[in-house]
């Protein structure tokens, strides 16, 4: 901020100064973007490969099976693809309101198969909440300039495609809660 004087009172007032070109809310948004995104691609990796002790596909299809998810290789596959491709574009911040669509459905799964382990407990829900909130986060605020999508044609943020990402998740998500209820 700069001081100046008013132009019809001269009383010294308090004048914005001019936008920085790096800010401190794109630091934050692409420290927040890769730790996030690059955390959650390795959770889907964990289901499709067994990469970092993950159980692998055969393994991650039948626990999905035992938690109602029929066919649960299917349903592993979907999970799987779903956290690495969204993790990577979260990360890359590359179609933004896409990638928080996918993760924000992924993690809305997650958070109605873990929740009766409670909020703040070793099985809980939490992790999931954590990974929810920064999807949509990234929904209401756009990568920031750090980005793939920064200045591109094809960027689009806002509070439509907020909205919109967090409609499209929400719906997506119930197709499998659907499957596994009925």
Not at 6 to 18: D, G, L, R, Y
Not at 59 to 74: D, I, N, Q, R, V
Not at 111 to 116: D, L
Not at 156 to 170: D, I, K, Y
Request: glycine share 12%.
């Amino acid at each position: 901020m700069t001081k100046i004087d008013h132009p019809t009172t001269n009383k010294p007032v308090v004048a914005p100064t001019a936008p920085q070109t790096t800010t401190a809310r794109d630091l934050g948004l692409l420290a927040l973007r890769v730790v996030f995104g690059l955390l959650l691609a390795g959770h889907g990796t964990q289901k499709l490969f067994g990469w970092f002790d993950g159980f692998g596909l055969d393994k991650t299809g039948a626990l999905f099976a035992l938690s109602g998810y029929e066919p649960g290789k299917l349903f592993a596959v979907v999970a799987g693809l779903s956290e690495m491709t969204g993790g990577l574009l979260i990360a890359a911040g590359l179609l933004t309101p896409l990638a928080a669509a996918i993760m924000l459905g992924t993690m809305i799964n997650a958070i109605s198969e873990t929740w009766k382990g409670g909020l703040l407990t070793a099985t809980g829900w939490e992790p999931a909440l954590l990974y929810a909130t920064v999807a949509t986060t990234m929904a209401f605020t756009g990568p920031g300039r750090f980005s793939l999508d920064a200045g591109r044609p094809w960027q689009r943020e806002g509070l439509p495609w907020a909205a919109g990402s967090v409609v499209l998740a929400t719906c997506a998500a119930l197709v499998p809660l659907l499957i596994k209820w009925i």
